[in-house]
């Protein structure tokens, strides 16, 4: 076994230390490290050396990042911690609300904000007092009484903007989310007194037993039954954040007795087509989407959408989607595969389900237009077309997926198709 050799630090030196807290943000902001991880760190960097930039990145990413989730997190933080050299008033500015008139103008980006939360851990973000020295203190007052809550405001929030701790609250709240639907009627009957179809077989039935006179006539009604709910959640780069809390909402609604759905069937889609069922169906949240994900290799990997729906139309479309399933199609509709006709395997999965709702997290965007080829090859074969970036979206979607006639934003989108 190679034995390491011992680092050569200066007394002076703080490379060490600098990495040491390095390592102690990430891990605030969600990253699974121990002190054997922050060791090889520092060997690993004084044997590879740090007088490039990209060497030095991928020299701590090789040692700190292990699971495919933690990449976009280690990015931001490695880039405000090592290379922005106002990090420290940058994570400030975005830290402190806005009243205080310090917010930056753009929005935080992805991860963005855990990255600094996990940086000013322990950081004081009191601003001095306004007032001169010796003068009277600045009160502001400010009238609260129109505020929303925080459970309001995180209703509201992008999945992709927020923090470690609004994310762990949003996934209880999601947990509490529901997928009600109504049941279909069957075909079948079964005897039923108050029925309203004639049932003259019973009838005949009942008047052999009495000698062939007919007292009352027997009568029938319609069998219900569930529908099942088939999910195809897109994983690739783009779509990581949004997927997971997606996921989270499908573990709920598979878990939750008296929902009424028959079976809630789910795959995952990025380059290959992976079927992630058998994974939702344990009791424990965390540990059902650690098995997923070690099920699906291409997590934050490219997007092949027309393969994924050819694999699927192939293999599965049989087996999971008779008796008139429901399907929810989560992804951006950003397909990098030329290979497929997409509009072709959208129309074949269209005309084997009951309904097609598509959840894109680009409809956040207020002026969102389907310019992609992918989305203008997608869109004329769904029913409806919905927002999924936030708790009030998914609430809005189980409001939405009872009502056979709610298409969404497909209609407005499908006008401003045909005017290009």
């Not at 402190?96 to 008139?101: H, Q, S, T």
């Not at 344990?282 to 490219?302: P, Y």
């Not at 006709?341 to 969102?368: K, V």
């Not at 869109?379 to 009502?403: C, K, N, W």
Request: aromatic content about 6%.
């Amino acid at each position: 076994m190679a034995e390491h050799i011992p680092l050569d630090i200066p007394e002076d030196g703080k490379l060490a230390a600098n990495i040491t807290h390095f390592a102690r943000a990430l891990r605030k902001a969600g990253l699974k490290l121990g002190p054997g991880r922050v060791i090889d760190a520092i060997r690993a960097v004084e044997a590879a050396g740090f007088s490039e930039k990209s060497d030095f990145y991928w020299v701590l990413h090789a040692c700190f990042v292990s699971r495919p989730e933690d990449r976009t997190v280690f990015h931001q933080v490695f880039r405000l911690y090592w290379r922005d050299p106002r990090y420290l008033e940058h994570m400030m500015a975005m830290m402190l609300p806005a009243v205080r008139g310090v917010q930056e103008d753009r929005p935080a980006g992805s991860a963005e904000k855990r990255a600094a939360e996990a940086l000013l851990d322990g950081v004081d973000r009191d601003l001095p007092e306004t007032g001169e020295e010796g003068g009277e203190e600045v009160e502001i007052e400010a009238d609260a009484s129109a505020t929303i809550s925080a459970e309001e405001r995180l209703k509201t929030l992008d999945f992709e903007q927020m923090s470690v701790a609004e994310v762990a609250a949003a996934k209880r709240m999601i947990a509490r989310l529901a997928l009600p639907v109504r049941p279909l009627a069957s075909r079948r009957t079964k005897t039923d007194p108050r029925g309203r179809i004639a049932d003259w077989r019973g009838t005949m039935r009942a008047a052999m037993r009495r000698g062939g006179e007919v007292h009352d006539l027997a009568a029938r009604s319609r069998r219900r039954r569930w529908p099942n709910l088939v999910v195809l959640c897109d994983i690739s780069g783009s779509m990581s954040q949004y997927s997971r809390m997606v996921l989270h909402f499908l573990h709920a609604v598979a878990n939750q007795k008296g929902a009424g759905w028959a079976r809630v069937h789910a795959f995952t889609f990025g380059t290959r087509l992976t079927n992630i069922t058998r994974h939702l169906a344990q009791r424990d949240v965390d540990a059902a989407l650690a098995a997923a994900g070690a099920e699906a290799q291409d997590w934050e990997g490219g997007t092949r959408i027309g393969a994924c729906l050819h694999a699927f139309n192939r293999d599965w479309s049989r087996r999971v989607m008779g008796q008139g399933a429901v399907v929810l199609l989560i992804t951006d509709g950003l397909d990098r595969d030329p290979a497929h006709d997409l509009g072709r395997e959208m129309e074949r999965l269209h005309l084997s389900a009951r309904r097609l709702i598509w959840i894109n997290p680009l409809l956040r965007w207020d002026g969102f237009v389907p310019k992609a080829r992918g989305i203008a090859a997608m869109l004329p074969h769904v029913d409806s077309f919905r927002a999924g970036h936030s708790i009030a979206s998914l609430e809005a979607l189980a409001e939405a997926i009872g009502q056979a006639r709610d298409a969404g934003e497909k209609d407005r989108l499908m006008r401003l198709i045909s005017a290009a």
